[in-house]
């Protein structure tokens, strides 16, 4: 019975620490210990600014700007700190490390997502609640902007490849002060840029974690935010709605409803999930067609909306021909993203990115913004931000374990880019080694990062929203996660939970979730 089996690897996680951790608690209260660690506690470029007991179940403000809503919930009493490093004469990251009383010996990194800017609490939270000193900081400015990085080059660097590597050194230091010894491992748990930030660590600071978590990495980071801002220029960005190819909301409804038509059964099974985008060839044309439904006409193309949701959907190919990127996933769901991406203004992060980050130019115009841009923008790669490498040696000489997910209805980073990210590392450290280190599960119907209106099997423990209905190692990624590290069981498949409890079998790529009649199966 696997349910016996999974519920010991369940114990064993929780458990592993426990006779340690009462073995080293010190005479002194955990609220002495919490206030002492403010008042008697200083690194090298670490300004400890306030430590707080709290018990379980109040909850606190955020510090700074929020990511999610405020006041945050706290699962489990802790030690709240707040401190600031220095990451250079004119840059700092600030950070929150929540201390759980009930610690395992792991310390947890939280990532950040978009332009950074934000502290994770709810992660922080879940971390907490399973027993990881968890670490989340605002990756060197405030608010999920790019302004910050206008004539500010450390401040960029922060977001592009310090502000990681600031918290987990500091963030040790915190640790073995505040409990009186070190962390035995140490993770890193992020999604989107997040994902990014993960792979940046594997690549650049391989020492920094044991295992990583990376989910929808936004590596090839140009590419990908380029192509967003591409989408968006194909349907009337910037002029807006004024623009003939701009399609408004209900024409998009029909559109997606057309692809499902044509895509949703290539996979054997209907149920509103494109399992593999790339093995749908989907035809637009008959979007142009009056005879499409609705009332009369309402729910028909025009000729230059046609095009745009053609080029949309089609692979974006370079100048002689080749393939440079994906088209627009063919499972994701355009209404979700329609304001930020197809409202008529350039994709918010694309704009930001390339007036702050790249041209330094407050004014500039993105009437013609093309492929040219996105190739100036790989050019110059700041702190080489792109995140586009196979090179992990490093990573896995020293037992690192790198897992990443992503989801077939991800309306921001399309799956392929993980699948390539996938191919890259295979090509530079060969099959044997990506099976001891790197593996990559693709979640049929998960939309970014997996959130609660995903149609598929979104629940796999990657964020405080997406908590499976066991914690255990087959369901939850972060325990599986430890369980490769700490227990050397590579992970062989997730049992992904969907929103009304159905589960489905995800496989570690290439392998693939497939109906055999009876279950999910993971089938070549
Ligand atoms: C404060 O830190 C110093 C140096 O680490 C240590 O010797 C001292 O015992 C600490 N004081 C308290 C009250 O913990
Ligand atoms: C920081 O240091 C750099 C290089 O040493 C220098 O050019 C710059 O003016 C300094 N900035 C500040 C705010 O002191
Ligand atoms: C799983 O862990 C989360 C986070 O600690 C917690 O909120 C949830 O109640 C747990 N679920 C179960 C079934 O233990
Ligand atoms: C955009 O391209 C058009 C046509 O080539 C050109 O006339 C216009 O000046 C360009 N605009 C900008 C802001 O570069």
């Given at each position: 019975m696997p349910s016996i089996c999974t519920s010991l690897r369940l114990l064993a996680l929780v458990s592993a620490f426990t006779q340690q951790f009462t073995a080293a608690e010190?005479?002194?209260s955990t609220s002495d210990r919490c206030l002492l660690l403010a008042q008697n506690t200083s690194f090298k470029d670490?300004?400890?600014?306030s430590s707080t007991r709290l018990a379980a179940n109040p909850s606190v403000q955020p510090w700074?700007?929020?990511?999610?809503?405020?006041?945050v919930p706290v699962s489990v009493p802790l030690c709240r700190v707040q401190f600031s490093v220095r990451t250079s004469n004119e840059s700092e990251v600030k950070a929150e490390a929540w201390l759980p009383?009930?610690?395992?010996g792991r310390f947890l990194g939280i990532g950040n997502a978009g332009s950074g800017g934000c502290i994770d609490y709810s992660t922080l939270n879940y971390g907490s609640s399973l027993h990881f000193a968890s670490f989340a900081s605002n990756?060197?400015?405030?608010?999920?902007?790019?302004?910050?990085?206008l004539h500010h080059p450390q401040v960029l660097q922060d977001f592009a490849s310090r502000s990681i590597h600031a918290l987990s050194v500091a963030g040790k230091r915190i640790v073995k002060a505040y409990y009186t010894r070190p962390h035995s491992k140490s993770y890193f748990i992020g999604c989107s840029q997040g994902g990014r930030q993960g792979t940046y660590s594997a690549l650049h600071?391989?020492?920094?974690?044991d295992g990583i978590l990376a989910g929808?990495?936004?590596?090839?980071l140009h590419f990908v935010l380029g192509w967003l801002g591409l989408m968006s220029r194909y349907t009337?960005?910037?002029?807006?709605?004024?623009?003939?190819?701009f399609i408004p909301r209900e024409l998009w409804a029909a559109v997606r409803r057309e692809i499902l038509k044509q895509?949703?059964?290539?996979?054997?099974?209907?149920?509103?999930?494109?399992?593999?985008?790339?093995a749908c060839r989907f035809r637009?044309?008959?979007?142009?067609?009056?005879?499409?439904?609705?009332?009369?006409?309402?729910e028909r193309l025009t000729e230059p909306q046609l095009e745009a949701v053609r080029k949309v959907y089609s692979a974006l190919v370079?100048?002689?021909?080749?393939?440079?990127f994906f088209g627009?996933?063919?499972?994701?769901?355009?209404l979700t993203v329609f304001d930020p991406?197809?409202?008529?203004?350039?994709?918010p992060y694309a704009n930001d990115w390339w007036k702050y980050?790249?041209?330094?130019?407050?004014?500039?115009?993105?009437?013609?913004?093309s492929l040219a841009d996105i190739f100036a923008a790989n050019e110059l790669d700041p702190f080489e931000?792109?995140?586009?490498?196979?090179?992990f040696q490093e990573l896995h000489a020293r037992g690192g374990k790198f897992l990443t997910y992503t989801g077939t209805h991800d309306q921001l980073v399309p799956a392929g880019n993980a699948k390539r990210a996938y191919t890259l590392a295979l090509q530079s450290m060969g099959k044997r080694a990506m099976s001891a280190f790197y593996r990559l599960f693709l979640v049929p119907g998960m939309d970014h990062c997996g959130s609660?209106?995903?149609?598929?099997?979104?629940?796999?423990?990657?964020?405080a929203f997406s908590v499976p209905p066991v914690n255990d190692t087959e369901h939850n990624v972060l325990l599986a996660l430890v369980d490769w590290v700490e227990g050397g069981r590579a992970p062989e498949r997730v049992v992904g939970t969907g929103g009304e409890g159905e589960e489905r079998v995800l496989c570690r790529h290439p392998l693939r979730s497939v109906w055999d009649g009876g279950r999910w199966v993971c089938k070549l």
């Open positions: 010190p005479s002194q670490t300004t400890i600014i700074g700007v929020p990511c999610g809503s405020a006041p009383d009930e610690w395992y990756n060197g400015h405030d608010g999920d902007i790019g302004l910050p990085f600071w391989p020492k920094d974690f929808a990495p936004v590596t090839n009337g960005a910037p002029a807006g709605m004024s623009s003939p190819s895509c949703d059964g290539v996979d054997g099974v209907v149920n509103g999930i494109v399992d593999d985008g790339e637009p044309e008959v979007l142009a067609c009056s005879t499409l439904g609705g009332e009369e006409g309402v370079g100048g002689d021909g080749e393939v440079l627009y996933s063919l499972g994701a769901d355009p991406l197809f409202g008529g203004s350039l994709f980050a790249i041209y330094q130019d407050p004014d500039h115009d993105f009437s013609n913004f931000v792109s995140t586009i490498s196979g090179e609660p209106f995903s149609e598929g099997p979104f629940r796999i423990g990657h964020n």
